[in-house]
C-alpha cells in the first residue's frame, strides 16, 4: 500500500531541497579542490574574511552552526597551512580570537571571484525577484526544522 506522503507536494519538494544540496556539496568539494579547501574550510575563512580582529572559535561555530569539537579540527586544519591564526584574547588565556592571515586573504581574493561565478551559473536566468521568494522560503523552511529538531531533542530528555 503507498504512503499518502509519497506523493505529497512538500514531501516531494523537501526530497528535491535534499538532492540539490547533495548536488551543491558535491559540485563545492569539485570547485574547492584546486585550493585544497573543503567546503567546510572556505565557511571558515568566508566568515572570517573581511573581519580583521576574527571572531572567537565560539562564535565561528554558531555562525557556521557546527559543533564546537569541529571548528577546533577546522582550525587547526586551517593554522597549519597558514590560512588562518590564533591570537589569545586579552584578559582571557581560554578564549581565541580566530583571524585570517595575509595568505588566507589572498586565497579568499583569488576564490571569491570565481565563487560568485558559479553562484550565478547555479542559478541561470532565475529572476531576482523569484530569487528572493526562494530565500525567504528556504529560510522558513530552516527554521521549522529546526522547531522540529528542538522539539525532538526534548521529548529524548524526557
Not at 16 to 39: E, G, K, N, V
Not at 131 to 153: M, N, P, W, Y
Request: charged share 25%.
Amino acid at each position: 500500500m503507498k504512503s499518502a506522503g509519497i506523493n505529497s507536494l512538500r514531501y516531494n519538494a523537501l526530497l528535491q531541497l535534499l538532492r540539490t544540496a547533495d548536488s551543491i556539496l558535491d559540485a563545492s568539494r569539485t570547485f574547492f579542490a584546486p585550493w585544497d579547501l573543503s567546503p567546510s574550510q572556505f565557511n571558515v575563512l568566508n566568515l572570517l574574511y573581511g573581519i580583521p580582529e576574527g571572531l572567537s572559535q565560539t562564535d565561528v561555530g554558531r555562525q557556521l552552526i557546527v559543533h564546537r569539537s569541529n571548528v577546533t579540527g577546522l582550525v587547526d586544519r586551517l593554522e597549519k597551512r597558514g590560512l588562518v591564526r590564533r591570537r589569545e584574547l586579552a584578559g582571557d588565556r581560554r578564549v581565541y580570537q580566530v583571524v585570517l592571515t595575509a595568505e588566507g586573504s589572498r586565497v579568499m581574493e583569488e576564490v571569491l571571484p570565481l565563487y560568485h561565478r558559479k553562484a550565478e551559473e547555479v542559478w541561470g536566468d532565475c529572476p531576482a525577484k523569484l530569487l528572493t521568494e526562494i530565500q525567504a522560503q528556504l529560510t522558513q523552511a530552516a527554521r521549522k526544522a529546526a522547531e522540529i529538531a528542538s522539539e525532538g531533542r526534548k521529548g529524548e530528555r524526557t
